[in-house]
């Protein structure tokens, strides 16, 4: 039979599997509170609404902040930046029931084809969701028929929500003037 003595090192592997597998069985996904999202019955919300994007005329929601890139020149306004404020409604006419503002940026961040970086902020200022909002990050390309976005938080009913905002544009002027439809879709713990 061998004769084993143990080297310092070998003690040290063995104190920190023994350690290693104790902190294990003391942090039970129970104990830890791992379980405690699972617990709670999410929540869906599915919200649907026009967002109203004005960049010409006297009462322009968008102002530009930074001018696109001029050398080399781009097709795509590669570099412009824009602040929002723009109305929500319930329906596609400016004039009906305003729901609350998409407020933040959105800049051109593509070479290839336009497409936007859009931070923004969806802040509801009527009916159930009334002094809640929704943080949208995320590409946009508008000539996309179809655009999907992340929904990364919220605050007040939507504290926590996940999800994802889906865009189509429901009408676009020579202007440049947008009303496009949002379907949003949000879970809540």
């Known amino acids: 039979m061998a004769n084993y003595t143990a080297t310092p090192f070998t003690l040290l592997l063995r104190l920190l599997t023994t350690l290693v ?3 294990f069985l003391f942090l039970s996904p129970s104990s830890a509170a791992l ?7 999410a929540v869906t919300h599915k919200l649907h609404f026009f967002f109203h994007d004005v960049v010409s005329g006297r009462n322009a929601t968008v102002a530009q902040i930074i001018n696109p890139v001029k050398s080399p020149p781009t097709s795509t306004f590669l570099g412009m930046t824009n602040i929002m404020d723009d109305l929500l409604t319930e329906g596609p006419q400016p004039t009906s029931r305003p729901v609350g503002r998409a ?3 959105y800049a051109s961040s593509d070479f290839t084809e336009i497409a936007f970086l859009q931070i923004m902020n969806l ?3 009527d009916g159930a969701y009334n002094g809640s909002s929704l943080t949208v990050v995320g590409r946009n390309p508008p000539l996309h028929d179809v655009r999907e976005m992340p929904v990364v938080g919220g605050t007040g009913l939507f504290r926590f929500a996940r999800g ?7 009408t676009l002027s020579a202007n440049g003037d ?12």
């Open 35 to 41: 379980h405690a999202e699972a617990k709670h019955k």
């Open 164 to 170: 994802y905002a889906q865009a189509h544009t429901h």
């Open 123 to 125: 802040v509801f200022t």
């Open 21 to 23: 597998a104790s902190f």
């Open 178 to 189: 947008a009303i496009v439809e949002y379907n949003v879709y949000v879970m809540v713990p």
């Open 103 to 105: 407020q933040g940026i």
